[in-house]
């Protein structure tokens, strides 16, 4: 299927995700927000961005809960199901670096094999930060501050402390680079 528009994208997140997760839907929707302010730096991808934002943490829904690890159930939805095309379906399933908590739960070589990560760092880089620097009720925040709530949310010995704690710098330095973009951005890409 050819790319899918955000109206496409924010229906379906809506529906999985509104009802059963309010808070992760307000979060869904200040990532989203957050896409919007890419539109000088990426052009025509920033429509790729929006629907990532919008459809990031879909497989957080109970009902699409297969493995527990939301990037590869929210990819593996939206493939099967809703036909989306494969940039979309790769962005959501690596999202903020999940490959390395993708490793932390054994599924690392499932989810580079079904969905290996793009290469347009550019895109995978604003993700990051639409989805790093917006807090889990969809209000702004830092990376730095983020990465701090979800470790004290999840704990340090956790799957997902000992994830984010990994994924830190490369989730600070990809945030550094899009604020570097929005900065100057003639010279990004």
């Known amino acids: 299927m050819s790319e899918q528009p955000t109206s496409w994208a924010r229906a379906v997140a809506a529906n ?12 869904t929707q200040g990532v989203a927000d957050r896409a919007s ?3 000088g730096v990426l052009g ?6 929006t629907c990532a934002a919008l459809l990031h943490d879909v497989g957080y829904a ?3 809960a297969a493995t527990g690890f939301h990037p590869l159930d929210g990819a593996r939805f939206l493939r099967d199901v809703h036909k989306a095309d494969d940039g979309l379906t790769r962005l ?5 670096f999940a490959l390395l ?3 932390e739960r054994g599924l690392r070589e499932v989810l580079e094999a079904e969905f290996p990560l793009l290469e347009d ?3 995978v880089d604003a993700l990051v930060w639409c989805d790093m620097t917006t807090t889990p009720d969809g209000g702004l925040t830092t990376a730095e501050a983020r990465v701090a709530e979800i470790l004290g949310r999840y704990g340090a010995g956790s799957v997902v402390g000992r994830f984010i704690r990994r994924a830190s710098p490369e989730i600070s ?5 899009v604020e570097a973009a929005l900065a100057d951005q003639p010279r990004w890409g």
């Not at 999985?16 to 979060?27: C, D, N």
């Not at 025509?44 to 961005?49: E, F, I, K, M, T």
């Not at 330095?173 to 680079?177: H, Q």
């Open 173 to 177: 330095a990809a945030v550094a680079r």
């Open 44 to 49: 025509h991808q920033v429509g790729l961005l």
């Open 16 to 27: 999985e995700l509104a009802g059963p997760l309010p808070s992760r839907w307000a979060h």
């Open 101 to 103: 908590e993708a490793e």
């Open 92 to 96: 959501v399933a690596n999202h903020s």
């Open 121 to 123: 760092r550019r895109v």
């Open 37 to 39: 302010c890419l539109e």
């Open 62 to 64: 109970p009902r699409l």
